[in-house]
């Protein structure tokens, strides 16, 4: 095997729970490879660079394995190699929320019915009559 599609690799490597969410975020532009968009129809190979941003932040890493399959965790961390300045840029950010979260700057969870009026307000769709 010289390529996979994009969206079948993404979800191997476990960056996405789905394919179908993989395939999203390359149409919506979270997915770059080489430089360029990719696509969700677009082949990866060996050795190829690519940007991918998801909930957990954003990863720049080179293939070093295809694989359409899903597996273990294990297995998915050894289909590609994160570079040093992606994975260290990645901790100061979890390190940053951490510091908020402990500072009362942002809640875990769902909004409270105060936290839902005070974003009302700030989007400008309170009217008092």
């Known amino acids: 095997m010289e390529t996979v599609r994009i969206d079948k690799w993404l979800w191997a490597a476990r960056f996405f729970k789905t394919r179908s969410l993989a395939s999203d975020a390359c149409d919506i532009g979270r997915i770059e490879s080489n430089g360029h968009r990719a696509k969700a129809a677009r082949d990866v190979r060996l050795g190829d660079r690519l940007r991918i941003t998801n909930e957990a932040g954003v990863f720049e890493l080179e293939v070093l394995q295809l694989s359409?399959?899903?597996?273990?965790?294990?297995?998915?961390?050894?289909?590609?190699?994160?570079?040093?300045?992606?994975?260290a840029a990645r901790e100061n950010v979890a390190a940053e929320r951490k510091q908020m979260l402990e500072a009362g700057c942002i809640t875990e969870g769902r909004p409270s019915k105060r936290d839902r009026r005070e974003i009302s307000k700030l989007r400008g769709r309170i009217h008092r009559f």
């Open 68 to 87: 359409e399959t899903r597996g273990p965790a294990a297995v998915a961390q050894t289909l590609y190699r994160e570079s040093a300045e992606s994975r």
